[in-house]
Structures are given as structure tokens and as C-alpha cells.
């Protein structure tokens, strides 16, 4: 945990020799307990101070690193228990499970690695694969198919040190996460990992084991660790990645690192999707699925972007007038807002319909229609304003809107606003705009 | 290395909220049930045992609904167009309760038929929910609170400009309320404070601080329970009470769960997609803090209880 700036002075010199640009070193000591300023300020401070503040200002989860050919995929630097109390930053990394003994893993890694789903006008993929050593003695073959078919970066899974470090010898260059290290057999896996300069995944059945294990690994020189803690039912699971998590945001360093989960190794598809879903709102780093179902996917995709949003930043779209499928003067004017969702929403009903419009997106400041409305940030005032700001007069020879079904009620004071505009209230789910527009536009 | 685990101390408690009355309780049902008595956050077991198990709601309408996804109507079929074979339907899909949301176009006789109906044909407690306009609601409820005195049905929906008649008839007649808000911890206290200002007792009190569907503004509802229950245990008593959440309302309305046809091939199976965003939305909010998910799809149902019994058993 950060140290306040009365535990930071007494790390310092004190002689008050104004060489940081500072009149005294307790005022120094404020400044970087602020992080305001770099520890680099001061030339005088101890090598061993240097230490103890370098330790105090990591991250209470380490941050985590794994990277492909040209794809990284990152998990740590977490800061919170629950979300609404800053954010959460890295998205958990999901990757897909291949098995060194499967016959056809070109074609599986190929439709998992092409994988694409657009959510509010961001594209979302899998994160990467899982290749797992059942049959160790096609495991480098393995790895080879799978790293031809995808630059996504790999876990490689075995519990045999040698089978790992032969697995990891493929892939020069890349950081890999080796997974993983147990009591039984952490000192050579230590020695694998730091060899491949791969990161470890660590499992144990207890904390107190996980955590002794972190500590014996990183007095070896690995630290891009990363915790497996198991959990064989959701409650149990629940209950051991919160317990990590508090105690990493207590600055207990020896459970400070990502966690890794298999909800693949639940036995049923349904239980799998239980699982992962947990996993993501609870703290996971990587995610390993066994069943690759583009429905569960684009689920699990979905809710990640929900639990990963700055809880503080709706997301948002630019206000302004878009053109949809070719619009011409005489095409639909829709109204709608710039939260992303209700945008997206719209915009993609319309797009697919192939039916020309425009689609005059109100600033109301980032909400929903129901929730802007209720707010008082998408009214007739509003919406007549974006009329003018934008030119829609300019664009169209109709002077008509088309207002969201939910928002009629506004009719009639948008009359007013826009003398000589017909107001039309379209349905009330953009689902049913195509039909709508197809019939009574 | 012994690892000392943190334990939080809370010094707030939820309420306990007992729903539907057996005979010997002066109503008809055949077991009641108890949710709420959290004294942690949800399924910390290593601090204090889940008090209550969270209960699976399936919902269920006075008529047939005409704007219902075909994947709905296909697994419950001919049971829609009668809400006594409906609910008996629910009940046989596991259902540890009902929630039967009445029509704008039921007159006050027809909802308490529908009511009495549905009483007959299970002993699950059972929530009647208005249409959702302030003269109807209260017209039909008023009715139903007066017919069925004694059940302790949970009667709602309850909100800032509706809560009078409502809490009044069912302060008179033994039952229940759903209080609900719009996703704001503020709102929910104040409404709250406004009902127990009546008279009515906060153990006869349930709070809907509403959700949004996965990808349609879950999120919120998700942290505003969060936000709620942390207050309930920091000692907010005008938080502490059970929350009640309409995952399945949310969710078959999304595109992603209507729809099965001009959907990008991304989306997947159309049925396993549906049934993935009632179950996760679900899910999410049971760990967020839901004691009540309202669902529609019996299938959801089945790995919602999955989720349940497992987060039950430590
Ligand atoms: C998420 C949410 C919030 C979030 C805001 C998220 C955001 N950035 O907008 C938060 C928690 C912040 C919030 C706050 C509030 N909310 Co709010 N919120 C919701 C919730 C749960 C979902 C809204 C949503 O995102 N829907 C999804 C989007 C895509 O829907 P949409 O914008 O309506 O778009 C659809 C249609 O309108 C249509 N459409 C859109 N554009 C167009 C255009 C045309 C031409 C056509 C034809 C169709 C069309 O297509 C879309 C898809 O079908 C709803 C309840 C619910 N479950 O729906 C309440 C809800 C909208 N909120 C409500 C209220 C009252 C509020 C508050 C005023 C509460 C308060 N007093 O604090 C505040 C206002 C904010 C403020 N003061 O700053 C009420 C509104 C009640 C009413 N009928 O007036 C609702 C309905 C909840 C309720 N039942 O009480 N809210
Ligand atoms: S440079 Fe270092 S020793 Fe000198 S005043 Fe600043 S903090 Fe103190």
C-alpha cells in the first residue's frame, strides 16, 4: 500500500539541502507520496530506501505481460475490490484450451483466432490459446500447429518441468505463461521459467501454500508470477479469488499477482459458462475455456466490456448527423442520443436494414433516451438545437424527425420548438424500426 | 507461509422478509420463504454462513403476452394463455416462486380470478405485480390485496409516485411490497424511508433497485447493489432490506435474446445465446447481492439453481 509522507521523510536523507527543487525534504516526502514527483529528485536517498519505496509503489496486483507475435495481452495493476470504487483496467484474457493430443487443431485455432464480434462499435477476439500437454510427446508439434494458425500469445500446460521447457523452446522471443509450478515440482519450473523468460502460473490448494510458493519462486528470480488457486465449486472459487484479491490490495505481496482460472475443467459446457462469467466479474487475469461457442463467447465478451467500464465514463459517441446506407434529401432524419448502446443500437438496426437515413445523434450527455429523458438532457430544447446546430434543414427536403417511441410524449413541445418540422414517434425498440420504416416512412 | 485471512466486520445485518403464509400463518400456501438475514457480502461463507438461500422467481402473466420471444413461447406452449397452468408449469420447472404480472387489460374481477387461480394451483408464495400504471395498478392491486387477505403476496411495483395506495392496501390486508427505484442507492433510501414513514414495517419489504439486461446497462444495476449492500452492512438501516431483480424482463427484450434470424454470425446459436444472457445476467447480479432473480426461461432457471447451490456450498 502507498506510504503516507510522514513514513516516506523518514526514509530520507533530512538534511534539507533543497537540491530537489523542494525548500525542505519533508516537503519532498509530500510531493512523491502524492506522486507528484519522481523518487529519481533526490540524489542522496539510500540504495536500501530506494528499495523499500520502489516496493511501496508497485502495484498491489503485478502487472502481467504475455506476449505473442506482435499481441500482448496484459493482467494486473488492479487497485479495487469493487468497481464502482475506481475501475478495473486489464480485461481478463480469455484463451482457448487446445490439446496437444487433438488431431485437429489447424482448423479449431483458425475459427477461434478469426473469431470477431462487434459490440457498440468496438471489435472484440479471443485473447489467446491454451495448449495443453496430455500427450507430451506431440507437444512441440502441437504448439508449432497452433502458433502457425494464431500470433495470439500462449499458455502452455504441463505438470512435467522437462515437457514445459521443451514446449516453451518453440516459442523464442515470445513470453508465454508456463502453467505451472506446485509444491511438487516449483524449483525446476522456477528454473524453466527463467530460462524462457516465460511468466509461471503457480497452483496450490491453500493460500498459505500459494503464497509460500510465490515467495520460494521469486527468491529464485522469477517474478511474473501468476496464481491458479482452483476452487472446485463457484462458491469456493468465489470465495478464494476475493480472499487474494483483499489480501493483494493489503499489500500482501506474496499473493500480489494476476489469477489465472480453468472453468473448462468443470465437466459441462453449462457449468463452464457459470464459471467463466464468475471468473470475470471476480477477479480473474486469464480465463481458460475449453468449449469455443461463438454464443458464449460474444456473452462472456460483453460482459467483460460491462464489468471493465469506467464506472465514472459512460461510453460515449460524437453528437452530429450520420449518414446510414447512402441517405438522399429525401431519406428518414432518426433522433436518438450518444450513449454508445442506444447509438449502436439504432445504427445497426438501420444498417442492416439496407434502408437509407440519417441518424441525428443529440448530446445528452452520454445516456440512454429513458435515463436522459428522466434527467432532462434530451428534451424538445435539446433535440431542436441539434436540428439547427447540425443542418439538418440543409440535408433533407422533408423537414421531418423521427423521435424515439419511448420519448412521444415530446411531440408536442418539439412542435413548438421547430415551427413548421413534422414530428414522427417511431416504435419504441430499434428492433422494430426496419419494419417501421419500411411501412409508415 | 500461514496466511492470515482478512475478515470483514460489519456491524449492519439485511433484513429477514418472510413471503407467502401456509395455513398456519392464516393464508393457503404450502411453505413460506425466508430471504435476506446477510450479514456479509454475497457468499463470504468463511465470514458467516449465507443466511438464506436466494430464491429463482419465474414470471408469469394474467394473459397471454403477444410480445414474448418464440423461444419463451415454444418451452412453455399452450400454459401461456391460462396463468393457473402457467404458474403449475413453473412450479414443476423448479420455481421456488411466482410472479404474476397483471394486464392493462384486466378489469379488478379478472385480476382476482387470475390471483385466485393461481393460488389454487400451487402453494408457491406468489408476487402480483400491476401493469405498470399508476390508476390501474392500484385499481387491480387494491383488489387482489382485499381478496387474498392473509397470503402475504408481494405486491408491487412500488415507486416514488405509486407507493401510497399500495403500501396502504397491503399494510391492511398482511402483505408485502417491491419497492423499486431507479438504479441509485439515494432514490432507494428515500423510498424506503417514505414507506416505513407510512407505517409499514421494513421486514415487509422487498427492494427492486432495477437492472439492465448484459450489455444493456447491467453494469449499473450490478454496482448499485453493491454499493447497497455495503451500506446495509455498514449500519444504513434504510438499506437493509432484500433485493429483488427482473433479469428475465431485461434480457428478452434485448436483440440478442429476440432475435434469431439477420443477427451477425458472431452472435452464435440463437437459443444457447438467450439462455447465456438470462444466466450470466442473472448470475452476475446474484453475486452482486440479488435474494430474488425473476427469470422467464426454465432452462435459465436450471443453471441459475446450479450457480445457486454451488454458491451455497462453500
Ligand atoms: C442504465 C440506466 C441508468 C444509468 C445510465 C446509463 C446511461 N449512460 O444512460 C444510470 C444508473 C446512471 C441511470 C441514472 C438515472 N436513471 Co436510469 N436507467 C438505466 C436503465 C437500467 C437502462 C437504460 C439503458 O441503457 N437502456 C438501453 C438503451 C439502448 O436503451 P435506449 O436508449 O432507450 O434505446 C432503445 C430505444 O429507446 C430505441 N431507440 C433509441 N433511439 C431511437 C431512435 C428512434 C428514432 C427510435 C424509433 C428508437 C430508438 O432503441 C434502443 C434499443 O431498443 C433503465 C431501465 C431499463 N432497464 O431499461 C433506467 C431508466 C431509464 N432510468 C430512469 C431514471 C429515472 C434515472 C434517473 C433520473 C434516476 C435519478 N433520479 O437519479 C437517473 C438519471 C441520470 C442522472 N440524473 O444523471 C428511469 C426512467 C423512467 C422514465 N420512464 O422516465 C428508467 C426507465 C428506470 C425506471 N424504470 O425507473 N440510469
Ligand atoms: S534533495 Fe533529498 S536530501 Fe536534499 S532536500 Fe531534497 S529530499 Fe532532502
Given at each position: 500500500m502507498?506510504?503516507?509522507?510522514?513514513?516516506?521523510y523518514k526514509?530520507?536523507p533530512?538534511?534539507?539541502?533543497?537540491?530537489?527543487?523542494?525548500?525542505?525534504c519533508?516537503?519532498?516526502?509530500m510531493?512523491?507520496?502524492?506522486?507528484?514527483?519522481?523518487?529519481?529528485g533526490?540524489p542522496?536517498?539510500s540504495?536500501?530506501?530506494?528499495?523499500?519505496?520502489a516496493?511501496s509503489?508497485?502495484?498491489p496486483?503485478r502487472?502481467i505481460t504475455?506476449?505473442?507475435?506482435g499481441?500482448?495481452?496484459?493482467?494486473?495493476n488492479?487497485?479495487?475490490?469493487?468497481?464502482?470504487?475506481?475501475?478495473?483496467?486489464?480485461?481478463s484474457?480469455?484463451?482457448?484450451r487446445?490439446?496437444?493430443?487433438?488431431?485437429?487443431i489447424?482448423a479449431?485455432?483458425?475459427?477461434?483466432d478469426?473469431?470477431?464480434?462487434?459490440?457498440?462499435?468496438?471489435?472484440?477476439?479471443?485473447?489467446?490459446?491454451?495448449?495443453?500437454?496430455d500427450?507430451?510427446?506431440?507437444?512441440?508439434?502441437?504448439?508449432?500447429?497452433?502458433?502457425?494458425?494464431?500470433?495470439?500469445p500462449?499458455?502452455l500446460i504441463?505438470?512435467?518441468?522437462?515437457?514445459?521447457?521443451a514446449?516453451a523452446a518453440?516459442?523464442p522471443?515470445?513470453?508465454?505463461?508456463?502453467?505451472?509450478?506446485?509444491?511438487?515440482?516449483?524449483e525446476?519450473?522456477?528454473e524453466?521459467?527463467?530460462?524462457?523468460?516465460?511468466a509461471?502460473?503457480?497452483?496450490?490448494?491453500s493460500l498459505?501454500?500459494?503464497?509460500?510458493l510465490t515467495e520460494?519462486?521469486?527468491?529464485?528470480?522469477?517474478?511474473?508470477?501468476?496464481l491458479?488457486?482452483?476452487?472446485k465449486?463457484m462458491?469456493?472459487s468465489?470465495?478464494?479469488?476475493?480472499?487474494?484479491r483483499?489480501?493483494?490490495?493489503?499489500?500482501?505481496r506474496?499473493?500480489?499477482?494476476p489469477?489465472?482460472?480453468?472453468?473448462?475443467?468443470?465437466?459441462?459446457?453449462?457449468?463452464?459458462?457459470?464459471?467463466?462469467?464468475?471468473?470475470?466479474?471476480?477477479?480473474?487475469?486469464?480465463?481458460?475455456?475449453?468449449?469455443?461457442?461463438?454464443?458464449?463467447?460474444?456473452?462472456?465478451?460483453?460482459?467483460?466490456?460491462?464489468?471493465?467500464t469506467?464506472?465514472?465514463?459512460?461510453?460515449?459517441?460524437?453528437p452530429?448527423?450520420?449518414?446510414i446506407?447512402?441517405?438522399?434529401?429525401?431519406s428518414?432524419v432518426?433522433?436518438t442520443?450518444?450513449?454508445?448502446?442506444?447509438?449502436?443500437?439504432?445504427a445497426?438496426?438501420v444498417?442492416g436494414?439496407?434502408?437509407?437515413?440519417r441518424l441525428?445523434?443529440?448530446?445528452a450527455?452520454?445516456?440512454?433516451?429513458?435515463?436522459?429523458?428522466?434527467?432532462?438532457?434530451f428534451?424538445?430544447?435539446?433535440?431542436?438545437?441539434?436540428?439547427?446546430?447540425?443542418?439538418?434543414?440543409?440535408?433533407?427536403?422533408?423537414?421531418?424527425?423521427?423521435?424515439?417511441?419511448?420519448?412521444?410524449?415530446?411531440?408536442?413541445?418539439l412542435e413548438?420548438e421547430?415551427?413548421?418540422?413534422e414530428?414522427?414517434?417511431?416504435?419504441r425498440?430499434a428492433?422494430?424500426?426496419?419494419?417501421?420504416m419500411?411501412?409508415?416512412? | 507461509m500461514p496466511?492470515e485471512?482478512?475478515?470483514?466486520?460489519?456491524?449492519?445485518?439485511?433484513?429477514?422478509?418472510?413471503?407467502?403464509?401456509?395455513?398456519?400463518e392464516?393464508?393457503t400456501?404450502?411453505?413460506?420463504?425466508v430471504?435476506?438475514?446477510?450479514?456479509?457480502?454475497?457468499?463470504?461463507?468463511?465470514?458467516?454462513?449465507t443466511?438464506?438461500?436466494?430464491?429463482?422467481?419465474i414470471?408469469?402473466?394474467?394473459?397471454?403476452p403477444?410480445?414474448?420471444?418464440s423461444?419463451l413461447e415454444?418451452?412453455?406452449?399452450?400454459v401461456?394463455?391460462?396463468?393457473?397452468?402457467?404458474?403449475?408449469?413453473?412450479e414443476?420447472?423448479?420455481?421456488?416462486?411466482?410472479v404474476?404480472?397483471?394486464?392493462?387489460?384486466?378489469?379488478?374481477?379478472?385480476?382476482?380470478?387470475?390471483?385466485?387461480?393461481?393460488?389454487?394451483?400451487?402453494?408457491?408464495?406468489?408476487?402480483?405485480?400491476?401493469?405498470?400504471?399508476?390508476?390501474?395498478?392500484?385499481?387491480l392491486?387494491?383488489?387482489v390485496?382485499?381478496?387474498?387477505?392473509?397470503?402475504?403476496?408481494?405486491?408491487?411495483?412500488?415507486?416514488?409516485?405509486?407507493?401510497?395506495?399500495?403500501?396502504a392496501?397491503?399494510m391492511?390486508?398482511?402483505?408485502?411490497?417491491?419497492?423499486?427505484t431507479?438504479?441509485?442507492?439515494?432514490l432507494?433510501?428515500?423510498?424506503n424511508?417514505?414507506?416505513?414513514?407510512?407505517?409499514?414495517?421494513?421486514?415487509?419489504?422487498i427492494?427492486d433497485?432495477?437492472?439492465?439486461?448484459?450489455?444493456y446497462?447491467?453494469?449499473y444495476?450490478y454496482?448499485?447493489?453493491?454499493?447497497?449492500?455495503?451500506?446495509?452492512?455498514?449500519?444504513?438501516?434504510?438499506?437493509?432490506?432484500?433485493?429483488?431483480?427482473?433479469?428475465?424482463?431485461?434480457?428478452?427484450?434485448?436483440?440478442?435474446?429476440k432475435?434469431?434470424?439477420?443477427?451477425?454470425e458472431?452472435?452464435?446459436?440463437?437459443?444457447e445465446r438467450?439462455?447465456h444472457?438470462?444466466?450470466?445476467?442473472?448470475?452476475?447480479?446474484?453475486?452482486s447481492?440479488?435474494s430474488?432473480?425473476?427469470?422467464?426461461?426454465?432452462?435459465?432457471l436450471?443453471?441459475?439453481?446450479?450457480?445457486?447451490?454451488e454458491?451455497?456450498?462453500?
Amino acid at each position: 500500500m502507498a506510504l503516507s509522507g510522514i513514513q516516506i521523510y523518514k526514509m530520507l536523507p533530512q538534511t534539507n539541502c533543497k537540491e530537489c527543487g523542494f525548500p525542505t525534504c519533508l516537503a519532498f516526502a509530500m510531493k512523491l507520496a502524492a506522486k507528484q514527483v519522481e523518487l529519481s529528485g533526490c540524489p542522496y536517498v539510500s540504495a536500501e530506501s530506494k528499495a523499500k519505496l520502489a516496493e511501496s509503489s508497485a502495484p498491489p496486483v503485478r502487472l502481467i505481460t504475455l506476449k505473442g507475435i506482435g499481441i500482448d495481452v496484459k493482467a494486473g495493476n488492479e487497485v479495487c475490490l469493487y468497481r464502482h470504487e475506481k475501475t478495473f483496467y486489464n480485461k481478463s484474457g480469455l484463451f482457448v484450451r487446445i490439446k496437444s493430443s487433438q488431431t485437429d487443431i489447424a482448423a479449431q485455432v483458425a475459427r477461434a483466432d478469426a473469431y470477431k464480434v462487434t459490440y457498440v462499435g468496438i471489435d472484440f477476439t479471443v485473447d489467446g490459446f491454451a495448449v495443453e500437454a496430455d500427450d507430451p510427446s506431440k507437444f512441440a508439434e502441437a504448439i508449432k500447429a497452433v502458433r502457425a494458425a494464431t500470433k495470439r500469445p500462449l499458455i502452455l500446460i504441463s505438470s512435467d518441468p522437462a515437457v514445459l521447457s521443451a514446449g516453451a523452446a518453440v516459442l523464442p522471443g515470445e513470453t508465454p505463461l508456463l502453467c505451472g509450478a506446485t509444491s511438487a515440482n516449483w524449483e525446476a519450473m522456477a528454473e524453466v521459467a527463467k530460462t524462457a523468460k516465460a511468466a509461471l502460473a503457480i497452483s496450490g490448494d491453500s493460500l498459505d501454500e500459494l503464497a509460500d510458493l510465490t515467495e520460494k519462486i521469486k527468491a529464485k528470480g522469477v517474478e511474473d508470477l501468476v496464481l491458479a488457486p482452483g476452487g472446485k465449486t463457484m462458491g469456493g472459487s468465489l470465495i478464494l479469488a476475493t480472499q487474494i484479491r483483499r489480501l493483494a490490495l493489503k499489500n500482501f505481496r506474496a499473493l500480489g499477482y494476476p489469477m489465472l482460472t480453468m472453468p473448462g475443467n468443470a465437466g459441462s459446457p453449462e457449468r463452464e459458462s457459470l464459471l467463466a462469467a464468475q471468473a470475470i466479474t471476480k477477479y480473474a487475469g486469464f480465463v481458460v475455456l475449453d468449449k469455443f461457442s461463438p454464443e458464449l463467447m460474444y456473452a462472456l465478451l460483453v460482459l467483460r466490456e460491462n464489468i471493465y467500464t469506467d464506472p465514472q465514463k459512460p461510453i460515449q459517441v460524437t453528437p452530429g448527423l450520420f449518414d446510414i446506407n447512402n441517405p438522399k434529401p429525401e431519406s428518414p432524419v432518426l433522433v436518438t442520443t450518444n450513449f454508445s448502446i442506444t447509438y449502436f443500437s439504432v445504427a445497426n438496426e438501420v444498417e442492416g436494414s439496407g434502408l437509407p437515413a440519417r441518424l441525428l445523434v443529440v448530446d445528452a450527455d452520454g445516456m440512454s433516451v429513458l435515463t436522459a429523458w428522466a434527467a432532462g438532457k434530451f428534451d424538445a430544447e435539446r433535440i431542436a438545437k441539434a436540428v439547427k446546430a447540425f443542418g439538418v434543414e440543409a440535408k433533407t427536403n422533408k423537414k421531418q424527425i423521427v423521435i424515439p417511441g419511448h420519448v412521444a410524449v415530446l411531440s408536442g413541445e418539439l412542435e413548438e420548438e421547430l415551427p413548421g418540422w413534422e414530428i414522427r414517434v417511431g416504435p419504441r425498440e430499434a428492433v422494430d424500426l426496419p419494419a417501421f420504416m419500411k411501412k409508415a416512412l | 507461509m500461514p496466511v492470515e485471512i482478512p475478515k470483514d466486520k460489519w456491524t449492519g445485518k439485511v433484513r429477514t422478509v418472510t413471503l407467502g403464509a401456509t395455513a398456519a400463518e392464516g393464508g393457503t400456501r404450502t411453505k413460506s420463504i425466508v430471504v435476506g438475514g446477510d450479514t456479509t457480502m454475497p457468499f463470504m461463507q468463511f465470514e458467516a454462513p449465507t443466511a438464506h438461500t436466494p430464491v429463482i422467481a419465474i414470471e408469469i402473466k394474467s394473459r397471454k403476452p403477444d410480445d414474448w420471444s418464440s423461444l419463451l413461447e415454444e418451452t412453455w406452449g399452450s400454459v401461456m394463455s391460462d396463468p393457473a397452468a402457467w404458474a403449475k408449469a413453473a412450479e414443476a420447472a423448479g420455481a421456488d416462486m411466482i410472479v404474476l404480472w397483471l394486464s392493462l387489460e384486466d378489469t379488478a374481477d379478472d385480476a382476482m380470478r387470475a390471483v385466485k387461480s393461481v393460488l389454487a394451483a400451487t402453494g408457491l408464495p406468489l408476487a402480483v405485480y400491476g401493469p405498470g400504471q399508476v390508476d390501474k395498478d392500484n385499481e387491480l392491486l387494491v383488489a387482489v390485496s382485499e381478496s387474498a387477505n392473509g397470503e402475504k403476496l408481494l405486491l408491487g411495483i412500488c415507486e416514488d409516485k405509486n407507493y401510497r395506495t399500495i403500501a396502504a392496501t397491503s399494510m391492511a390486508n398482511g402483505h408485502l411490497i417491491t419497492a423499486r427505484t431507479a438504479m441509485d442507492v439515494n432514490l432507494a433510501k428515500q423510498l424506503n424511508i417514505l414507506i416505513s414513514d407510512m407505517g409499514l414495517p421494513l421486514d415487509r419489504v422487498i427492494m427492486d433497485p432495477t437492472t439492465g439486461a448484459l450489455g444493456y446497462g447491467m453494469e449499473y444495476g450490478y454496482s448499485v447493489m453493491e454499493r447497497l449492500r455495503l451500506a446495509a452492512l455498514q449500519g444504513d438501516a434504510m438499506t437493509q432490506l432484500p433485493m429483488m431483480v427482473t433479469p428475465g424482463f431485461e434480457t428478452w427484450k434485448t436483440k440478442e435474446s429476440k432475435v434469431g434470424v439477420g443477427v451477425p454470425e458472431a452472435w452464435g446459436d440463437w437459443k444457447e445465446r438467450a439462455i447465456h444472457w438470462e444466466t450470466l445476467t442473472a448470475t452476475a447480479l446474484l453475486e452482486s447481492g440479488a435474494s430474488i432473480v425473476v427469470l422467464r426461461h426454465p432452462e435459465s432457471l436450471k443453471r441459475v439453481r446450479t450457480a445457486i447451490t454451488e454458491l451455497m456450498t462453500a
